[in-house]
């Protein structure tokens, strides 16, 4: 398999930042693994219509195609984007994280940053989804509607259902894990 892709630290200098968080009642390496493993996501989340790998690298990460839904008054508003994805996983130098950077679609240029920090107990989790943007190349409307409508209404309502519905997941994993440790012990 190929290299990672080299994505580099999630730019500071961009116009648009949306950042979506949670405590997770999950180790950090179960929160890691469901969402490092995109191509599972439409299995856990109902709002993902497909996750497909175009290349793979030997992290985890490749060149990503993904859809999802951003439902409007029982309507489903289709979205799609392509990303270089980099995943760096826990117990290394670095700090855990899964990087993204949109090469296609409305949000070319975007990037993404899934960032994990666990507890001192290491039974709760801290996840950081941010996300940052100059704006599709628009001239004169493209910042302001990065910033009014992308951001807010896209990025930020998929972005917190996808985090919410794989903290459930993790947490009910966790739950598992821990009643089949009480009944074994």
């Known amino acids: 398999m190929n290299e990672p892709y ?3 630290a999630l730019p500071t200098n961009r116009r648009m930042t949306t950042v979506d968080e949670r405590m997770i009642a999950a180790p950090l390496q179960v929160i890691f693994e469901l969402a490092a493993r995109v191509e599972q996501w439409p ?5 993902y ?6 290349d793979r690298r030997h992290d985890g990460g490749g060149l990503v195609e993904m859809s999802a839904n951003r439902p409007f008054r029982g309507v489903n508003w289709p979205t799609s984007w392509t990303s270089l994805m980099r995943v760096t996983p826990p117990g290394g130098v670095d700090a855990p994280s899964i990087r993204f950077r949109h090469v296609r679609g409305v949000t070319k240029g ?16 801290h996840v950081r989804i941010v996300h940052v943007w100059n704006g599709p190349r628009w001239p004169l409307i ?3 509607v990065a910033r ?7 990025v930020h309502a998929i972005a917190s259902r996808t985090l919410a519905g794989l903290a459930e ?3 009910r994993i966790t739950e598992t894990m821990s009643r089949s440790e009480v009944s074994s012990g």
């Open 110 to 125: 975007m990037d993404v940053e899934w960032q994990f920090e666990s507890s001192p107990n290491g039974g709760v989790t």
């Open 148 to 154: 009014g409508v992308i951001g807010p209404v896209f």
């Open 142 to 144: 493209g910042v302001t």
């Open 49 to 54: 219509r497909s996750v497909r790998f175009l």
């Open 6 to 8: 080299e994505l580099g």
């Open 43 to 47: 299995e856990l989340l109902g709002h």
């Open 169 to 171: 997941a993790a947490e």
